[in-house]
């Protein structure tokens, strides 16, 4: 009886592996981890154009070849808070084959246990087949106002504490610098109630579901599926600018980033639909629940190269981050739980993923003193990245590369006051199902405001501000699902010389 448990738990683990590619396209063992940001709250505010910028302590987040420009023994604190809202509405269309079946999985029809096994065609001649109207009707596919679930989560955090000094060392001006950092808050969640396994209307999986014949039944497993990550990662990061020669500033930086996340997948089933020929079917309550619950910790080493040329004008900037690891150590508590029995086991293994170089390039063009116009590019071939999974996945895609662009602009209207946006626009890195596409993902949008208000000696503060936005939707046969997630972040921050 333990033996058959011990297959039934792996047959349900490795289906659990296939869901986290199923629907969103996100990674198995590194969701959420793309979503790691700077600590500086100017860089925030221009779209994060910020790799030819100079002279502020933000440039050790940025291209720390900047501090060069630094003068003073500089330190800033800032913190965050954050929202972040997301929603779904999975939309079922009816087909030739089974006309009804989306009626069950759009919730218009709920059928009654006693009719397990009947086929739905005889089920129609009953006054209690009632179908409900859809609820979406009237409004955007993709609006909050039509989506099935709606999540939300939100709160204040810390950002960053760094200090810069200069330095004067055989003559030679070295400016070095360090910080720690809260660079990652998990915000990773999806959540699907109609998973179906196999997916009759998507071949990317499974391949085609081949059709019933004859006297022949096919069982299509109905999961509701959810998934959460919480946690952070934090980094202490420095680094070593000098003046190489006349105009042109080099850099070396270093990050350690580690930190922990608490990692939850829920598969509960509903029941099973039975596939017959003829376009008939028939649907059984059924239950099988099954949860992996645990922590993951996360560790990676980077190294940084920065250079910055200045015209009269104009700055180039450039930054690359050289080949790291990123690892991840997982324990997770098994459990599967059907109508007569339970089971729990536990699992461990580390995950790694050999991340490339990554370039950044910037251009800074001042037409006068006040007025500062940032451009940036940043390449990140993640495609040419490798990966070492503990356990197998046949599902698992590799993330896809990152073309991203950012503007940024910054006008000082006077000694004590100054004005920054920036407007940011980077794809992700996993691709929706059933695109036409599939080299890069779909586009994140990033508008940025900020403000400086300096008092002299006493210090300055820096607020800024960004909304974040990203649409796309799964395409299958048989349902689209129209996926939003918004996030708004808000900081402060203080920032002293001496």
């Known amino acids: 009886m333990k033996n058959k448990r011990q297959i039934v738990l792996w047959i349900v683990i490795l289906i659990s592996s296939a869901v986290f590619a199923q629907h969103r396209g996100d990674q198995l063992s590194f969701q959420g981890v793309d979503e790691q940001v700077n600590g500086g ?57 089974f006309v009804t079946l989306p009626f069950y999985l759009e919730g218009l029809y709920v059928p009654d246990p006693k009719n397990n096994g009947v086929l739905d065609r005889d089920l129609a001649l009953d ?36 200090l810069a000094v200069p330095l004067h060392l055989l003559e030679r001006k070295i400016v070095v610098a360090a910080a720690y950092q809260q660079k990652l808050n998990f915000l990773d969640f999806d959540r699907n109630d109609s998973y179906l396994q196999p997916h009759i209307g998507y071949n990317g999986y499974e391949g085609w579901v081949p059709r019933v014949n004859g006297g022949d039944t096919l069982n299509v497993q109905w999961f509701k599926y959810l998934r959460e990550r919480t946690g952070s990662l934090k980094s202490i990061r420095a680094a070593i600018a000098t003046q190489l020669i006349a105009n042109l500033n080099l850099s070396l930086a270093f990050d350690y980033t580690s930190g922990k996340s608490t990692d939850l997948l829920q598969l509960n089933k509903m029941g ?25 910790d996360f560790s990676s080493f980077g190294i940084e190269i920065g250079l910055q040329y200045h015209f009269e004008n104009l700055s180039l900037g450039a930054r690359i981050s050289l080949p790291k690891i990123l690892k991840r150590k997982w324990n997770y508590e098994l459990s599967e739980q059907t109508a007569a029995s339970l089971s729990k086991n536990s699992l ?5 993923f050999e991340i490339p170089a990554i370039y950044e390039f910037g251009l800074v063009f001042r037409p006068k003193e006040s007025f500062a116009f940032s451009l940036n590019y940043r390449y990140a071939p993640y495609s040419k990245g490798t990966y070492k999974l503990a356990r197998p996945d046949s599902a698992f895609r590799p993330w896809v590369d990152q073309h991203s662009y950012a503007f940024g602009a910054r006008y000082q209207i006077n000694e004590m006051f100054s004005l920054m946006a920036g407007y940011r626009w980077q794809p992700s890195v996993f691709v929706p199902d059933g695109v036409a596409y599939t080299e890069h993902g779909p586009e994140k949008t990033i508008v940025s405001f900020g403000a400086r208000l300096s008092f002299g000696s006493l210090g300055s503060i820096i607020v800024a501000s960004n909304l974040q936005s990203l649409k796309y939707h799964d395409t299958y046969f048989s349902n689209t699902n129209y996926a939003t997630e918004k996030v708004q972040n808000y900081s402060i921050g203080y920032v002293y010389q001496f």
Not at 54 to 67: V, Y
Not at 348 to 352: A, Q
């Open 127 to 162: 006054s209690s087949y009632v179908v409900s109207s859809p609820k979406d009707w009237g409004k955007r596919v993709d609006s909050k106002e039509a989506a099935d679930w709606v999540k939300e989560k939100s709160a204040p955090v810390f950002n960053s504490f760094a």
């Open 348 to 352: 461990s293994g580390e995950d790694r």
């Open 272 to 296: 099973y639909f039975g596939l017959i020929d003829e376009n008939r079917f028939f649907f059984t309550y059924d239950t099988l629940n099954y949860q992996e619950k645990g922590t993951s």
């Open 41 to 97: 709250l100017e860089s925030m505010a221009m779209g994060g154009a910020y790799t030819a910028m100079k002279g502020t302590i933000d440039n050790l987040f940025g291209n720390s070849a900047g501090l060069t420009a630094v003068n003073k023994w500089t330190f800033s604190l800032n913190g965050n808070y954050y929202k972040k809202t997301w929603w779904e509405n999975q939309v079922y269309r009816p087909n030739r084959y």
